[in-house]
């Protein structure tokens, strides 16, 4: 099983950038996918997680109106579009699956500064 999630980097405040993570070793159209954070001396949070067939989506309140999570199940991939970024919004964004299992990737850091 792994969760590989690419795509974070430095933006400046204001910026945007799209997290994905790719999936492989089970059966990604029968998961729930979340992603998480976690910032330097904090605990991890939840920021958006996405139903298996990508109906239903949840946000944590910070989030909402500036993030985006979305899949492809043909792809086996899952985005979180992140817009507005905020100084706040620095952290190690983890990728996780659930059904009967769970499973996290190794983390992706994103850091808005200018």
């Known amino acids: 099983v792994q969760l590989v999630e690419s795509g974070g980097g430095l933006v400046q405040p204001g910026g945007s950038l799209r997290l994905s993570c790719a999936a492989s070793?089970?059966?990604?159209?029968?998961?729930?996918m979340s992603w998480y954070r976690q910032a330097p001396g904090k605990e991890r949070e939840l920021v958006a997680s996405?139903?298996?067939?990508?109906?239903?989506?949840n946000y944590a309140d910070s989030m909402k109106g500036r993030f985006t999570i979305s899949r492809d199940n043909v792809k086996n991939t899952v985005y979180l579009q992140m817009n507005s970024l905020e100084p706040e919004d620095t952290a190690v964004y983890y990728c996780?699956?659930?059904?009967?299992?769970?499973?996290w990737g190794q983390g992706t850091q994103v850091t808005v500064s200018s």
């Open positions: 996780n699956a659930r059904a009967y299992r769970e499973y």
């Open positions: 070793g089970f059966t990604f159209s029968s998961y729930a």
């Open positions: 996405i139903g298996s067939a990508g109906g239903s989506t």
